[in-house]
């Protein structure tokens, strides 16, 4: 199937702009249609990005026959919600992470996948960096074994602010959010599903209603182990940091780079087309549209994560 696949973007936030920079890179690829809160601004990134329909309305872009796709960068608590509607419209999905907050939510998006059988993918960005994409691929090589993760999600957010420092207009959360990234990937390296997990949580912050620490241990089917930090109280460098230790070596990845255990930088450039995570993660959405596929990261790939959030969160009480 070599016809333009024909994008909306709903959120044209902080994320929804590396989307929108990710897809004009794809040969084949039309950004039709904006959805956003605010009219102003979406008709300014439309105006940029050469889509020529803008609403705050997804149901009016979803209605259109120039719309093949729909990529959500939308509030977590619509994922669910919005992900059905656009299935239901007949339009293959990408939702950001996470898929849901809660996971009843979670599993009816896979039931709507499974009925219509269009492609609905979930922005698991670490399954698609390079530097995690060449630890991956030594892993089944049979060349690295994990042994330990070992992982620091870290930011100074005390206020609600997105990365653009811009007001939100919904609460970003450590565990359904932060923690679905390190929980999906560590079983997705480990090639075995998680068996047990714990977490400890801070106290909740008195205006946001959310824990702003975070500790979670992680253990594998076959032994391997994880640790992971998040916190919004982190006034240092920022991001996510994943420490990989194995029986034949030790990597660090930050982002897309990635380093041995001695900080000599590994070149991953040639790993795959683009060393742009997020390019790369829309580049198998709009191929698995084409190639009438099941994509990595999946609705259904992913959803484990998400029992396993499920758990940790009754934990927590």
Same mark, same amino acid.
């Given at each position: ?5 024909r994008?909306?973007?709903a959120?044209p936030?902080?994320f929804?702009i590396k ?5 004009k890179n794809?040969? *084949? ?8 809160r605010e &009219?102003p601004k979406?008709?300014?990134v @439309?105006?940029?990005? +050469?889509a020529?329909?803008?609403t705050?309305?997804l149901?009016e872009a979803?209605? =259109? ?12 608590q619509?994922?669910a919600?919005q992900?059905?509607?656009a299935m239901?419209? !007949?339009k293959?999905v ?12 979670g ?6 996948q499974?009925k219509t059988?269009?492609?609905a993918?979930?922005g698991?960005?670490? =399954? ?7 630890v991956h691929?030594?892993?089944q090589a !049979?060349e690295?074994n994990?042994?330990?993760m070992?992982?620091? /999600?870290y930011?100074?957010r ?7 420092g ?12 932060? %923690?679905a ?5 560590? @079983? ?8 047990k997990?714990?977490?400890?949580? !801070?106290?909740?912050?008195p205006q946001?209603g959310?824990?702003m620490d975070?500790?979670i241990? &992680?253990? %594998?089917?076959?032994?391997?182990i994880? /640790?992971?930090s998040?916190?919004f109280n982190?006034? +240092?460098?920022?991001? /996510?940091?994943?420490r990989?230790? *194995?029986d034949?070596a /030790?990597?660090?990845?930050r982002?897309d780079d ?10 991953v ?5 683009s060393m ?6 829309? =580049?198998e959405?709009?191929a698995?549209? =084409?190639e009438?596929r ?7 790939k ?5 029992d396993v959030?499920d758990?940790?969160?009754r934990?927590?009480?």
């Amino acid at each position: 199937m070599s016809k333009t696949v024909r994008i909306a973007l709903a959120g044209p936030g902080a994320f929804g702009i590396k989307h929108l920079d990710g897809l004009k890179n794809i040969e *084949g690829v039309e950004v039709t249609s904006i959805i956003g809160r605010e &009219l102003p601004k979406a008709e300014e990134v @439309a105006k940029k990005y +050469g889509a020529k329909h803008v609403t705050t309305n997804l149901d009016e872009a979803l209605a =259109r026959p120039d719309v093949d796709a729909v990529i959500l960068c939308t509030p977590t608590q619509m994922h669910a919600e919005q992900s059905i509607a656009a299935m239901k419209a !007949g339009k293959h999905v990408q939702v950001e992470i996470p898929l849901c907050d809660k996971l009843e939510e979670g599993k009816a998006v896979v039931a709507m996948q499974q009925k219509t059988g269009l492609v609905a993918m979930v922005g698991h960005t670490r =399954r698609f960096n390079p530097s995690h994409q060449y630890v991956h691929k030594k892993i089944q090589a !049979g060349e690295f074994n994990i042994q330990q993760m070992d992982v620091q /999600t870290y930011f100074f957010r005390r206020t609600n602010m997105n990365a653009l420092g811009q007001a939100r207009s919904w609460t970003d959360h450590l565990l359904w959010h932060h %923690a679905a990234h390190t929980v999906d990937l560590f @079983a997705y390296q480990c090639g075995s599903p998680i068996v047990k997990a714990n977490v400890v949580q !801070g106290p909740i912050h008195p205006q946001l209603g959310i824990a702003m620490d975070m500790s979670i241990q &992680l253990k %594998a089917a076959n032994g391997a182990i994880c /640790t992971l930090s998040l916190s919004f109280n982190n006034d +240092g460098p920022l991001g /996510t940091f994943f420490r990989y230790i *194995g029986d034949t070596a /030790t990597y660090i990845a930050r982002y897309d780079d990635l380093f041995n255990g001695k900080e000599e930088k590994i070149d991953v450039s040639k790993v795959d087309v683009s060393m742009n995570g997020i390019e790369l993660q829309d =580049r198998e959405f709009i191929a698995a549209i =084409r190639e009438g596929r099941e994509p990595n990261s999946s609705v259904a790939k992913v959803l484990p994560c998400y029992d396993v959030l499920d758990q940790l969160e009754r934990q927590l009480g």
